[in-house]
């Protein structure tokens, strides 16, 4: 059964850092790794999506990675601003793209 | 991208009574699923719901107690049954974009139960 987890479970920094999430799945037979934001009592905003043959993807102040082979994605943030405080979700897709298996979570405080 | 639109956004239910939710997806999609998030935790998968046949449900999950509908490609329902505090949560409807599978989710339903 596949299993994700994220570290770290909370985070808070200074606006302006840089920041890395971190994301590792223990069954590498992955279809695709979502990131997603989540704002309190709100849905799910996709951020960034990979497909398991590629290596990292970006937008804007937005880079995620994935090293399939060693069941491990990252979520880079540039220049962190105080309304990217929010949850971030890792999810994988399995081979048989039949949903989504979650991680816990990162909540992310950005401090102005 | 898919627009979902939810309904509705937030209930406060007794317990013993049911919760229909429902999930109206801007484009025809062939699997729509449905999630549930419990206080705190992340998401979990509840049920996969196909057009034409009965949905397929996750372990733990049963359709006495979240029965689902499924009735054409842009819409469903789910029905939290029989319910008790235990099932307060947020119930979240998503749907997967056919050529690269990347999810989509509605604004979640948020349910009380006292």
């Known amino acids: 059964k596949q299993e994700v987890t994220q570290i770290p479970a909370a985070l808070s920094v200074p606006e302006g850092e840089n920041l890395v999430l971190n994301c590792s799945f223990t069954?590498?037979?992955?279809?695709?790794l979502q990131w997603f934001r989540q704002d309190p009592g709100k849905g799910l905003t996709s951020l960034l999506l990979?497909?398991?043959?590629?290596r990292e993807q970006t937008s804007g102040r937005l880079n995620a990675s994935l090293d399939k082979s060693s069941g491990r994605s990252t979520l880079y943030i540039a220049a962190s601003q105080p309304g990217d405080s929010a949850t971030y979700l890792c999810?994988?897709?399995?081979?048989?793209?039949?949903?989504?298996?979650f991680g816990k979570g990162t909540h992310l405080i950005i401090q102005p | 991208s898919a627009v979902i639109s939810q309904k509705p956004s937030r209930d406060i239910c007794q317990r013993g009574t049911s919760l229909t939710i429902q999930c109206q997806v801007d484009?025809?999609?062939?699997?729509m699923f449905w999630y549930r998030q419990q206080p705190g935790q992340s998401l979990t998968l509840i049920a996969t719901?196909?057009?034409?046949?009965?949905?397929?449900?996750e372990s733990g999950f049963v359709i006495d107690k979240f029965p689902i509908s499924r009735p054409n490609l842009t819409f469903s329902t789910l029905t939290v049954s029989n319910m008790s505090p235990e099932d307060s949560s947020i119930y979240l409807c998503?749907?997967?974009?056919?050529?690269?599978?990347?999810?989509?989710f509605g604004q979640g339903t948020r349910l009380t139960v006292v």
């Open positions: 719901a196909n057009q034409g046949s009965e949905a397929t449900y």
């Open positions: 998503s749907v997967e974009d056919i050529r690269q599978f990347e999810a989509f």
């Open positions: 990979i497909q398991s043959s590629q």
């Open positions: 484009s025809q999609v062939t699997m």
């Open positions: 069954d590498s037979a992955i279809y695709n």
């Open positions: 999810a994988v897709l399995g081979g048989g793209a039949d949903g989504l298996t």
